[in-house]
């Protein structure tokens, strides 16, 4: 049962437009809310995390937006460039559950120039 | 740089055969993570190890085992790997455990059972 869901497998943006990205989750524990960012042959990068006590954290051309009551929360790239195209993945955890992120699967984003 | 490095980054082993999969850091963090990714799925956490003291997910296989002799390294070991265990192995390192300490993560394994 995925608690973390991407449920777009990919996104293909214009360079120079906004890419918005989406994640849905299921466990009202989940406090701290993350983005990776993997290139191929490469492992996840941490790019962006917004903890439950916001609603929105910004960090360059980078925004995640959280929507507790709908649990729901999306990445925005503004504008977005060609070096952007990579497979972003949403994860979540809880304070009691220590360590452990819970992933989603995942979503290609392509940007063409 | 520092940085969390895996070796080898494919593997090929036979149904049944051991197979070990290594793991290093020079960030000289405290915590150690697997993490199993199959095709189109998102990564799985296995275990991970805080200094040395091992922390087991509940639902990870006892077919899988590791082992970390020292802060740098960290391993692997699937003891008879079936085809349902091919998937991409991510090893990642944090300074601390704790919800907001940043997981670094090694370009990863892909691993073959034939």
């Known amino acids: 049962d995925q608690q973390v869901k991407q449920n777009s497998p990919s996104l293909s943006v214009q360079e120079g437009r906004i890419s918005i990205l989406n994640c849905d989750y299921t466990?009202?524990?989940?406090?701290?809310f993350l983005w990776y960012k993997k290139y191929p042959a490469e492992g996840p990068t941490f790019l962006i995390s917004i903890s439950s006590i916001k609603d929105k954290n910004e960090d360059g051309r980078f925004t995640v937006f959280l929507n507790k009551s709908a649990k729901h929360l999306s990445l925005h790239i503004v504008p977005s460039q060609p070096g952007d195209s990579a497979v972003y993945f949403c994860a979540a955890s809880a304070r009691q559950a220590g360590t452990a992120l819970i992933f989603g699967k995942g979503t290609t984003l392509s940007v063409s120039s | 740089d520092a940085m969390v490095i895996q070796n080898p980054r494919y593997q090929v082993t036979q149904f049944g055969k051991p197979v070990t999969l290594s793991c290093s850091q020079t960030?000289?963090?405290?915590?150690m993570y697997w993490y199993q990714q199959k095709s189109s799925q998102a990564p799985k956490l296995l275990f991970h190890?805080?200094?040395?003291?091992?922390?087991n997910e509940a639902d990870t296989p006892d077919n899988f085992q590791s082992r970390r002799p020292n802060t740098s390294f960290c391993f692997l070991d699937i003891r008879s790997p079936g085809l349902g265990d091919a998937a991409m192995y991510l090893c990642a390192t944090s300074l601390d455990r704790g919800t907001y300490n940043e997981q670094f993560f090694g370009p990863g394994t892909r691993l073959t059972v034939l």
């Open positions: 960030l000289n963090h405290n915590v």
């Open positions: 190890y805080y200094d040395k003291d091992f922390n």
């Open positions: 466990n009202s524990m989940f406090d701290y």
